[in-house]
Every structure is written in structure tokens, then in C-alpha cells.
């Protein structure tokens, strides 16, 4: 009876030992799930920041190209399609 009784002693604590190491191999999982999320959205941000920088370099490259409004050019090229539309 004895050798019964250690038995099931060893298989119950094996069962109260299996159950944390699985809660924890659990959480190892849903933390590397997290991680990956949080590169995911790291790297969307990025590209959301990449995509807002090339638009305000184009912007500001338009506002190079075109002369702004109340300069002598402005006016020339006002008084040029002025004429053209005559």
C-alpha cells in the first residue's frame, strides 16, 4: 500500500507543478504577442511619420518652385497671363 500511496502522491504533485509551468508558458506567449503588436504599431507609426514628412517636403519644394504672393515675380507672371488671355 505504500508504494500506492507515493505514487499517487508523486502524480499529484507533478499535476500541482504542471499546472504553473502552463500558466506560465501561457503568459510567455501572450507577452511575445504583445511585443510583436507593439512592433507592428511602432512600425506603422513610422511609416505614418515617413508619409507626413515626404508631404511637407513637397510642400514646402512647391513653395520653392512658386513664388509666393506679393513678390515682384507674383506680379510679373500675374501681368504675363494677363496679357495671354487678352
Do not use: I
Request: aromatic content about 2%; proline content about 3%; cysteine-free.
Amino acid at each position: 500500500m505504500e508504494g500506492t500511496f507515493s505514487r499517487r502522491a508523486f502524480v499529484t504533485a507533478l499535476g500541482m507543478l504542471s499546472v504553473p509551468l502552463l500558466a506560465l508558458a501561457q503568459d510567455n506567449k501572450d507577452k511575445e504577442r504583445e511585443e510583436k503588436k507593439k512592433e507592428a504599431e511602432k512600425k506603422a507609426e513610422e511609416k505614418k511619420e515617413n508619409a507626413k514628412d515626404k508631404t511637407e517636403d513637397a510642400v514646402e519644394d512647391r513653395d520653392k518652385v512658386v513664388d509666393p504672393p506679393g513678390t515682384d515675380h507674383a506680379q510679373d507672371r500675374r501681368q504675363d497671363r494677363r496679357r495671354d488671355g487678352k
